[in-house]
């Protein structure tokens, strides 16, 4: 059976930093692209960024870039959202995603965390 639990998510202000993290377990993780969305209460979910199965490429969304930086342990079959300078905008439910091919569409990802919220004050 095929889990993905995020963790790390909680209650900051602006300016703060938080550390998302996904444990995977019952799928060959080095052979997967991970991904991580988020949805904001009322809006459609959204890409944030991706990380190829080698961890040598990453993809960001632009509202992101510059601030959040993704990374994969392979051993420990894990993925990481470093979220730097955090704005109030940011503000939603982070999920974690497997997906055999690097894409920022929801659509392609096989696999779903349940999500951990992430709420920036202002």
């Known amino acids: 059976q095929v889990q993905l639990v995020e963790s790390g998510g909680g209650l900051v202000q602006a300016g703060g930093s938080l550390r998302l993290s996904c444990a995977t377990s019952?799928?060959?993780?080095?052979?997967?692209?991970m991904g991580w969305f988020r949805q904001a209460p009322a809006k459609e979910r959204e890409f944030v960024a991706a990380?190829?199965?080698?961890?040598?490429?990453?993809y960001y969304a632009n509202s992101v870039k510059g601030r959040f930086a993704i990374s994969r342990d392979n051993a420990k079959n894990t993925v990481y959202l470093q979220m730097n300078s955090l704005k109030p905008e940011d503000t939603a439910v982070y999920y974690c995603?497997?997906?055999?091919?690097?894409?920022?569409?929801?659509?392609?990802?096989?696999?779903w965390g349940q999500g951990t919220q992430v709420t920036v004050s202002s």
């Open positions: 990380i190829s199965t080698s961890g040598g490429s990453t």
């Open positions: 019952g799928l060959p993780f080095r052979s997967y692209v």
């Open positions: 995603a497997a997906n055999l091919g690097m894409s920022s569409s929801s659509s392609a990802y096989d696999y």
